[in-house]
């Protein structure tokens, strides 16, 4: 559907007069036929207000809550929504937040997991491949021909389907990396907010429903396994996912070149997640995934800690197993 042509009720649930017998019937809206689907919204931005604001329980809770005309019930939801919005001023302005750049409500854009920020930056190489695709399709009325032989829609609903009914746990052993994260993510948010830090407020919020949202990807990271428990490398994954989500809109020549090149941001990153440890000390392993889900290179964080190492700044084991904040 799109935002312009549905309202509050086409989304959710209306009530009806049947035309024959005179009585009132609830008749489901998109997000009640897409249960157990997904639901895609294009658009987004151009919605009413008061048509968004109908979708908020949906998101939160799954379900749809009626009482109108004398019928009192609660409708099943339990859908993925995928929806697609406009930035307010024609582009997307990378000195702005993602609420200052999209018409939307802070308390809405919090409830999706992912907001991905897909920007038009001018590219020759890609810019070429995307005209001589539309060029070939537009002749031919068909696409190129692929490289590869691509699974067939019977096997990925088979697979989907299986995927299902896995329902994976999160283990004891990960419940503290998980937790100290989302810590860290508020604690930069707030530095962010108050221009304590060198990452300014082109990123968005954090809030609880960020924690719940590396819960759910760490999830459905190891039901794609097949597994039944969640493992460290999948909520890895889903914090990277997290980061990368929002990576066009962060501007890295230019934070950089605030801060005086690469290895002075990875510094900067590397004491801020050194602090809060004890004995300001941590595996490397732990290091590494924390600046390489933020974008840079393995070889970019091991000339960092080189150059810092050699000014007695951090400490690292003998091994190089674990690095220490002097």
Same mark, same amino acid.
């Given at each position: 559907?799109?935002?312009?042509?549905?309202?509050?009720?086409? %989304?959710? &649930?209306?009530?009806?007069?049947?035309?024959?017998?005179?009585?009132?019937?609830?008749?489901?809206?998109?997000?009640?036929?897409?249960?157990?689907?997904?639901?895609?919204?294009?658009?987004?931005? =151009?919605?009413?207000?008061?048509?968004?604001?109908?979708?908020? @329980?949906?998101?939160?809770? *799954?379900?749809?809550?009626?009482?109108?005309?004398?019928?009192?019930? #609660?409708?099943?939801?339990?859908?993925?929504?995928?929806?697609?919005?406009?930035?307010?001023?024609?582009?997307?302005? #990378?000195?702005?937040?993602?609420?200052?750049?999209?018409?939307?409500?802070?308390?809405?854009?919090?409830?999706?997991?992912?907001?991905?920020?897909?920007?038009?930056?001018?590219?020759?190489?890609?810019?070429? *491949?995307?005209?001589?695709? !539309?060029?070939?399709?537009?002749?031919?009325?068909? +696409?190129?021909?692929?490289?590869?032989?691509?699974?067939? &829609? =019977?096997?990925?609903?088979?697979?989907?389907?299986?995927? =299902? @009914?896995?329902?994976?746990? !999160?283990?004891?052993?990960?419940? @503290? +990396?998980? !937790?100290? +994260?989302?810590?860290?993510?508020?604690?930069?948010?707030?530095?962010? /907010?108050?221009?304590?830090?060198?990452?300014?407020?082109?990123?968005?919020?954090?809030?609880?429903?960020? %924690?719940?949202?590396? %819960?759910?990807?760490?999830?459905?990271?190891?039901? %794609?396994?097949? &597994?039944? =428990?969640?493992?460290?490398?999948?909520? @890895?994954?889903?914090?990277?996912?997290?980061?990368?989500?929002?990576?066009?809109?962060?501007?890295?020549?230019?934070?950089?070149?605030?801060?005086?090149?690469? *290895?002075?941001?990875?510094?900067?990153?590397?004491?801020?997640?050194?602090?809060? /440890?004890?004995?300001?000390?941590?595996?490397?392993?732990?290091?590494?995934? +924390?600046?390489?889900?933020?974008?840079?290179? *393995?070889?970019?964080?091991?000339?960092?800690?080189?150059?810092?190492?050699?000014?007695?700044?951090? /400490? !690292?084991?003998?091994?190089?197993?674990?690095?220490?904040?002097?």
């Amino acid at each position: 559907t799109t935002g312009k042509g549905s309202s509050g009720v086409g %989304l959710t &649930a209306a009530v009806i007069r049947d035309q024959s017998t005179g009585d009132m019937t609830l008749e489901g809206g998109a997000l009640v036929l897409a249960d157990m689907g997904i639901c895609c919204i294009d658009e987004f931005d =151009k919605m009413d207000e008061a048509d968004q604001t109908a979708i908020h @329980e949906v998101m939160e809770q *799954q379900t749809v809550s009626i009482a109108k005309a004398g019928i009192t019930t #609660t409708l099943n939801a339990r859908t993925s929504i995928l929806a697609a919005a406009n930035p307010l001023f024609g582009r997307y302005k #990378t000195d702005r937040s993602i609420e200052m750049n999209v018409n939307l409500p802070t308390a809405l854009l919090s409830r999706f997991d992912l907001v991905f920020l897909l920007l038009d930056k001018a590219d020759q190489d890609r810019d070429r *491949q995307l005209a001589e695709h !539309v060029a070939h399709v537009h002749m031919f009325n068909k +696409h190129p021909d692929l490289d590869f032989t691509p699974y067939s &829609a =019977k096997i990925m609903r088979a697979y989907i389907s299986k995927c =299902k @009914e896995t329902t994976p746990f !999160v283990p004891d052993s990960l419940v @503290e +990396h998980i !937790v100290s +994260h989302y810590v860290m993510m508020r604690q930069n948010n707030g530095q962010r /907010k108050s221009g304590k830090s060198g990452e300014n407020s082109r990123q968005s919020f954090c809030t609880p429903r960020s %924690l719940l949202s590396i %819960l759910r990807f760490s999830q459905a990271l190891a039901r %794609l396994r097949l &597994a039944d =428990k969640v493992s460290r490398a999948d909520v @890895e994954e889903a914090i990277r996912l997290q980061w990368m989500a929002k990576a066009d809109a962060m501007d890295k020549k230019a934070e950089e070149q605030e801060m005086g090149g690469v *290895q002075s941001v990875i510094f900067h990153l590397i004491t801020d997640f050194l602090r809060p /440890k004890k004995d300001g000390k941590v595996s490397m392993a732990d290091l590494q995934n +924390h600046i390489t889900v933020r974008g840079y290179k *393995q070889q970019d964080l091991e000339e960092c800690i080189e150059t810092y190492e050699h000014f007695e700044v951090f /400490k !690292v084991g003998r091994n190089r197993n674990t690095i220490q904040l002097v």
